[in-house]
């Protein structure tokens, strides 16, 4: 029977060291960090995301920007906003909720946000650094993966490890983080001839795809540790993984549920990844 993995615990606990490093920050740099979210339109589910990421950086008492933009907002437009908050200095962390409406190209505005602010880590000069080994900001997701699979106590080194999914934000980036822990590591993907006979190799499995139940029992390798990205809404609008839990959880060893799993850890890293921000600004 697979153990779960309280990926709300975690976050919980993750947010809770944030709260007490702000206040230690706050007495240190005489300010607390901030992070700016931008949001343009109106599209719920990013609605839902972006309340939450506030909430957040309100319970760990730094200082929050929420900007809402209308949909038909001009790319220019957005993009000056972000050269403002790049030269504000009361802002450390900026995030533009992704994803925009489709009169606006997603690439320029990740490369407008600066490198020093891009607390998504989505910035070629944070990728390059991810890649190349150097200090750089890890993209959220990625970041909250590791971090629940290090809360089993299961080491990395030396396992097979399977990512599904090989997108700039999970699939790409969660299989370097695995290489740099020692995993070896093998990415599939759409194209991937028989995945199951793929995911079976998995001591960690991580899947990243956007299928709800993808994944079923008879693909996982017996005590592996499963990681289950997927976001997806049933018929019932439900929300559910890429795995499906129920012939899943009774192979593995660990196995994140969703809702519960990996969703809230993403936001956890957010608030980590801001306090790295405020931290590289203030020390230069
Ligand atoms: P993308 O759509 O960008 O990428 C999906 C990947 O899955 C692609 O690499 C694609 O392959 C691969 N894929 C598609 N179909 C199959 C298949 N049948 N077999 C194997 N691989 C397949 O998705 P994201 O990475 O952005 O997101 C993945 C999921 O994770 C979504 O449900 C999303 O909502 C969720 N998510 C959750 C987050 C959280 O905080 N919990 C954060 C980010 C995402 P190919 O490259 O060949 O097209």
Redesign the pocket.
């Known amino acids: 029977m697979g153990k779960i993995i309280d990926g709300k615990a975690l976050s919980a606990a993750v947010k809770d060291e944030v709260r007490a490093q702000v206040g230690e920050l706050e007495a240190k740099y005489g300010r607390k960090p901030c992070l700016c979210v931008i949001i343009v339109g109106e599209n719920p589910a990013s609605q839902v995301y972006v309340r939450n990421k506030v909430k957040a950086a309100a319970y760990t008492g730094m200082d929050s920007k929420l900007i809402e933009l209308p949909a038909d907002t001009t790319e220019e437009a957005l993009l000056s906003q972000i050269a403002a908050l790049n030269e504000d200095p009361s802002v450390d962390g900026v995030l533009v909720q992704l994803p925009l409406p489709k009169h606006i190209d997603e690439e320029k505005v990740i490369d407008a946000i600066s490198r020093e602010k891009d607390v998504d880590g989505f910035h070629p000069g944070n990728v390059s650094g991810l890649w190349l080994g150097k200090d750089c900001i890890v993209p959220?997701?990625p970041a909250?993966i590791i971090r629940l699979i290090d809360s089993t106590g299961e080491s990395i080194s030396g396992k097979t490890a399977v990512v599904?999914?090989?997108?700039?934000?999970?699939?790409k980036p969660v299989a370097k983080l695995l290489l740099d822990r020692n995993a070896t590591v093998v990415i599939?993907?759409?194209?991937?001839a028989d995945?199951g006979a793929v995911t079976r190799l998995a001591d960690i499995l991580v899947v990243?795809?956007?299928?709800a139940g993808?994944v079923t029992g008879d693909m996982v390798k017996p005590g592996a540790v499963v990681i289950d990205?997927?976001?997806?809404r049933n018929a019932e609008g439900k929300l559910c993984?890429?795995v499906d839990f129920a012939s899943c959880e009774p192979v593995a060893s660990w196995i994140t549920p969703?809702p519960g799993?990996?969703?809230p850890?993403?936001?956890a890293m957010l608030m980590q990844n801001t306090i790295h921000c405020f931290l590289s600004r203030m020390q230069g």
């Open positions: 959220c997701t909250g599904v999914g090989r997108s700039n934000i999970v699939g599939a993907h759409s194209r991937t995945l990243a795809v956007g299928k993808l990205v997927g976001m997806n993984g890429d969703v799993g990996v969703g850890m993403t936001i």
